[in-house]
Nanobody
């Protein structure tokens, strides 16, 4: 089981930037998928970005060109660089991990979750 702790959430103006971090511990090795998810009040959780051990990133359409996911295996840390933020990006952001054979983009495969960090974007 992977223990995950997010940080970096804040309140920013539209057009601003934030970098979220997720510290991971407890994994036997680095061979697991990592993803960022978000949930806004009254809405379902949605996947934002995913990255596997091949460092090939995948993004949901609404954040392509604005968000960048990256992992530093030496530091056991996952990042989400968020630029050109919009009010609709406001949500609680969670990082998650899974070590199975299912695709990193398979949201239902994720088994380990952090407690989240709040991002609020004002217009």
């Amino acid at each position: 089981q992977v223990h995950l702790v997010e940080s970096g959430g804040a309140s920013v103006q539209a057009g601003g930037s934030l970098r979220l971090s997720c510290a991971a511990s407890g994994a036997r090795d680095g061979s697991y998928c990592l993803g960022w998810f978000r949930q806004a009040p009254g809405k379902e959780r949605e996947g934002v970005a995913y990255i596997g051990t091949d460092n090939n990133p995948m993004y949901t359409d609404s954040v392509k060109g604005r968000f960048t996911i990256a992992r530093d295996n030496a530091k056991n840390t996952l990042y989400l660089q968020m630029n050109s933020l919009k009010p609709e990006d406001t949500a609680m952001y969670y990082c998650a991990a899974h070590g199975g054979r299912r695709s990193c983009a398979d949201e239902n495969a994720y088994t380990d979750w952090g407690l989240g960090t709040q991002v609020t974007v004002s217009s």
